[in-house]
């Protein structure tokens, strides 16, 4: 067993011992000049042999406990006098035992020069410290004060792990989390452009696959606080629970400025206390995270509401709850182990033998999982099934029917999507889609063949007829501002044919002077032909910012390739975001149960 628990789990006895008879070791006749007196040694025997452990480690435990009263005293005292608060730092250090340092600091201080003064402790540099108070990352350009910091507060001090990469990074850190927070910010801040393009970045769906409309505000903080939370879950996996932790706490301030009511009916938030929850234990800190009891309780509040006390909203919604039963299981055994550490054994027992029975009810045949994902199912999906039905059989088919339900949710929303994009006819009626598609197949662009559609009633021929022989009669009938129609104009709605650009190059053309002349002839070889020679060449050599038309072509160029660049940022920021984030559904449910059943013991063995 884990010799800190041990030590952990003695000192824990004997504070109860010490509260239950009232004893102060800070006063005497247990303190003599700072010295191990008679009366201390005397308490020692008699603890030693209630507990049946030897007398030399249970009076050094009450000798810590005494040194630890008497300068918690003096520091009370001296903040009074001098306003110098004192704090007590739990920093966890990659591969070695986690050291508490006292440290004194004026309140009034940058949280840089406490970050600074960590660092210098531990002998690291400061961009590898994480600073983490009442589960709140420490600001390094506020006061202390400003960020609710007390005398007397239990920090962590999170160091990340260094390697020759790592060092040459600032700080890996703080670098992951702002780049996930600014890519994140990137691909939700244009989440209100993408009526105008092809590819959709982020949107959020319920757990049906239906898509969730929100207001801008709310639905930018969700997808920035989700895209935080799903790289917090990823760094967890790799077992980085110092950059995990860092991450998920970002993510609960983003969902923090969310005033959302989506929240109360999804369980995203319940699952992200959870998770910070788990990230304390693995650091070893659960017992000094004063905010982890109230994120469990959020935690099982949430639960319940969105799951229903039985569970039987998520039944009507899923058809089982056997895989939300991980969450629940995770979340007894992390209430246990808090219960154990506040000393309150018997709801401890409780707990943890709750969290057993659930653990034992999770596990399948390792077998069946192999035989599902010889079917082409994950290793997650495969529990999944199994723990909803039981046996394969039973499993690949729930497992294919959900996937077709989100599959159906989705390929609906797409057509929903596309049928706002190509707006309505003037008679009111909805473009008709196939016949989008046909002009497509002839040659015409997207948009030029919505717009004739629209403004023919969805009669082909006419729609033709207008595109070839009255183009300047095409209304654009879903833009509205004088900027957005110039884009229905004359050169924006025709895509140059490449073949037809090639044959004006082999004529001796520049490249770009034929396509401007193929734009202007609507794709009409000859009428590019007679516009080149007319123009001797030089139709887009003529461009004059007093001419309209000119200055109209220009500015679109601009524009076009304005908005290239922001595709272009998107497509990256998508890139960076999903090589490190695990999209497969529903994988936060998934767990192989091995680190649960190890601190179930560990925490058994203790009660």
């Known amino acids: 067993m884990d010799t800190n628990l041990q030590h952990e789990d003695l000192l ?154 790592e060092v040459k990074k600032e700080d890996t850190m703080y670098m992951e989390m702002k780049t996930v927070r600014d890519d994140a910010m990137l691909l939700s801040e244009y989440v209100d452009d993408m009526a105008d393009d092809d590819d959709e970045y982020m949107r959020l769906e319920d757990q049906s696959g239906k898509v969730v409309e929100l207001p801008p505000a709310e639905r930018r903080s969700l997808l920035v606080g989700l895209a935080l939370h799903e790289r917090g879950r990823a760094a967890a996996r790799q077992r980085d629970y110092a950059l995990a932790l860092v991450l998920l706490l970002e993510a609960d301030r983003q969902f923090s400025e969310c005033r959302s009511s989506i929240l109360k009916s999804v369980d995203n938030l319940a699952v992200l206390q959870l998770d910070v929850s788990w990230c304390y234990l693995c650091l070893q800190s659960l017992p000094h995270a004063g905010d982890a009891a109230a994120r469990l309780a959020t935690a099982d509040a949430a639960f319940k509401e969105t799951y229903g006390v039985n569970h ?162 095409l209304q654009d009938t879903d833009e509205s501002s004088d900027e957005s129609k110039s884009h229905s104009s004359e050169e924006s709605l025709v895509e140059p044919d490449n073949k037809l650009v090639a044959e004006l190059e082999m004529m001796g053309y520049e490249a770009e002077e034929a396509r401007a002349a193929l734009r202007l002839s609507r794709n009409h070889i000859s009428g590019a032909v007679d516009r080149l020679v007319a123009c001797q060449g030089h139709i887009i050599n003529n461009e004059d910012s007093g001419n309209p038309s000119t200055s109209a072509g220009s500015a ?45 013991q560990q925490y058994k063995s203790l009660l």
């Open 12 to 165: 824990i006895k004997l504070r109860a011992k010490l509260n239950e008879e009232k004893i102060k070791l800070w006063e005497s006749p247990y303190n003599v000049d700072n010295d191990v007196s008679e009366s201390l040694k005397d308490l020692s025997i008699k603890y030693s042999n209630d507990l049946s452990l030897d007398n030399e480690v249970v009076l050094q435990a009450l000798r810590e406990l005494q040194i630890h009263s008497i300068e918690r005293s003096k520091a009370n005292e001296e903040f009074k006098e001098t306003g110098c608060a004192t704090f007590r730092v739990k920093a966890t250090i990659p591969g070695l035992k986690p050291r508490m340092l006292k440290i004194q600091k004026q309140l009034q201080v940058l949280g840089s020069e406490l970050m600074a003064t960590v660092a210098s402790e531990i002998d690291v540099a400061v961009n590898r410290v994480k600073l983490i108070v009442n589960g709140k990352v420490i600001k390094a350009t506020a006061t202390l004060e400003e960020q609710g910091v007390k005398n007397g507060a239990m920090i962590m001090a999170l160091v990340m792990a260094e390697s020759p990469e």
């Open 556 to 600: 679109r160029k601009k524009q076009k390739f304005h908005k290239n660049n922001k595709r272009k940022e998107r497509e990256q920021a998508l890139r960076r975001l999903t090589s490190t984030i695990k999209t497969e559904e529903d994988d936060y449910l998934d767990t192989s149960l091995i680190e649960e059943e190890e601190y179930l």
């Open 312 to 473: 039987e909203r998520l039944i009507a919604l899923k058809g089982s709850a056997a895989n939300e039963r991980v969450l629940i299981m995770r979340l007894h055994l992390l209430q246990g182990i808090v219960a154990y550490h506040q000393n309150k054994r018997a709801e401890a027992k409780m707990l943890l033998e709750k969290a057993e029975n659930e653990l034992n009810e999770l596990r399948v045949d390792e077998s069946a999982v192999l035989g599902l994902m010889e079917l082409g199912w994950s290793r997650g999906a495969a529990r999944a099934g199994l723990r909803a039905q039981g046996c394969a059989e039973r499993a690949h088919h729930y497992l294919a029917h959900r996937k077709a339900a989100r599959d159906k949710a989705r390929d609906a929303h797409r057509q929903e999507r596309q049928r706002r994009l190509l707006g309505v006819c003037m008679d009111g009626s909805a473009v008709n889609q196939e016949l989008v598609e046909g002009l497509v197949g002839m040659g015409y662009t997207r948009r030029l063949a919505a717009t004739a559609l629209r403004n023919s009633n969805n009669h082909v021929a006419e729609a033709v007829r207008l595109i070839q022989e009255q183009p300047e009669l």
